[in-house]
Nanobody, 126 residues
């Protein structure tokens, strides 16, 4: 499966942004889909994930984004989104989407993901 991420940009603190990750070659519903981010000088970190449909579309979020971010999926468009609200300056990073078919318990582990999008830059100004 090939992934194409887009939607990044510059936004003021407190604002919102929606990232998109379009999949081609395979159906998104058959994968666990995740979003990760990497800030300058830091390691890549987990943001959010949605399980494949057979697992009931379960979601998981990093504590730092709970209540502010959501990860909807549009099956008709074969696209996974990351809706980001109440953005904070520490949210400045390159955001990546990825997919995996490993067990859901490892969904927050970037090492378990097999296919990655190219990343999209989000800059949150204070």
């Amino acid at each position: 499966v090939q992934l194409q991420a887009c939607g990044g940009g510059l936004v003021q603190a407190g604002g919102s942004l929606r990232l998109s990750c379009a999949a081609s070659g395979r159906t998104f519903m058959n994968f666990h889909g995740g979003w990760f981010r990497q800030a300058p000088g830091k390691e890549r970190e987990f943001v959010a994930a949605m399980s494949r449909s057979a697992y009931g579309d379960t979601t998981r979020y990093a504590d730092s984004v709970k209540g502010r971010f959501s990860i909807p999926r549009d099956n008709a468009k074969n696209t996974l989104y990351l809706q980001m609200n109440s953005l904070k300056p520490e949210g400045t990073a390159v955001y990546y989407c990825a997919v995996t078919q490993i067990v859901w318990s490892y969904a927050d582990d970037a090492r378990r993901y097999t296919n990655w999008g190219q990343g999209t830059l989000v800059t949150v100004s204070s």
